[in-house]
């Protein structure tokens, strides 16, 4: 008797693979009429350029709304790219011709570079803070506290570890990247 075996490899769902390109990098913080948010980001070159920038100073830009969607505004300074065709939901915060930041409160589908997500408690909520359909407003994006490693101690006998978004580990991890004695440890 002959018996063959067949492998199948499933693919993982839509939900599943919009998950792990989300997979978080860091938090900035995003101010609107002195009203802050956080923005989830994702890790790419944009999102670690945009983040070496903000580590010089915070960066405030004029941002108006488009198609009844978003709001989008000239950076003042160009990022790289890694587009990829999206659909947005309300929420994305995403890079457009490299110079541009889109905050969508709805959704459209087009070629962009992912650059993280406003985490907010409802859509009216949202809406409010980004000023949907009222026209122009003032956005300044800044480094959230302790969301990068600026120094570490010196002192080894110390043994103090560090998540990769500067907050203190009390204990060391079992699996993933982290910094230890100033040095960065991959498990």
């Known amino acids: 008797m002959l018996t063959v075996f067949v492998l199948f490899t499933i693919p993982c769902s839509y939900e599943e693979a919009h998950a792990q390109s989300l997979t978080t990098y860091m938090d900035i913080n995003i101010t609107i009429n002195g009203k802050t948010m956080p923005i989830h980001l994702v890790d790419n070159t944009a999102t670690r350029e945009l983040v070496a920038a903000l580590q010089q100073a915070s960066i405030t830009y004029e941002a108006d709304d488009y198609g009844g969607f978003e709001k989008v505004g000239a950076l003042g300074r160009s990022l790289p790219?890694?587009?990829?065709?999206?659909?947005?939901?309300?929420?994305?915060?995403?890079?457009?011709?490299?110079?541009?930041?889109?905050?969508?409160?709805?959704?459209?589908?087009?070629?962009?570079?992912?650059?993280?997500?406003?985490?907010?408690?409802s859509l009216d909520e949202l809406k409010t803070f980004l000023k949907a359909g009222q026209?122009?407003?003032?956005?300044?994006?800044?480094?959230?506290?302790?969301?990068?490693?600026?120094?570490?101690?010196t002192d080894r006998k110390s043994r103090k570890k560090y998540a990769l978004n500067g907050t203190k580990l009390m204990q060391e991890p079992t699996k993933g990247i982290f910094i230890k004695d100033g040095k960065k440890v991959v498990k």
Do not use: H, K, M
Request: proline share 2%.
């Open 135 to 153: 026209g122009r407003i003032s956005v300044t994006l800044s480094l959230a506290e302790g969301s990068a490693i600026t120094q570490l101690p």
């Open 81 to 121: 790219t890694s587009n990829s065709q999206i659909t947005t939901e309300a929420g994305d915060v995403i890079l457009y011709n490299g110079n541009q930041i889109v905050l969508f409160y709805g959704s459209n589908s087009w070629s962009y570079t992912r650059l993280g997500r406003i985490e907010y408690q």
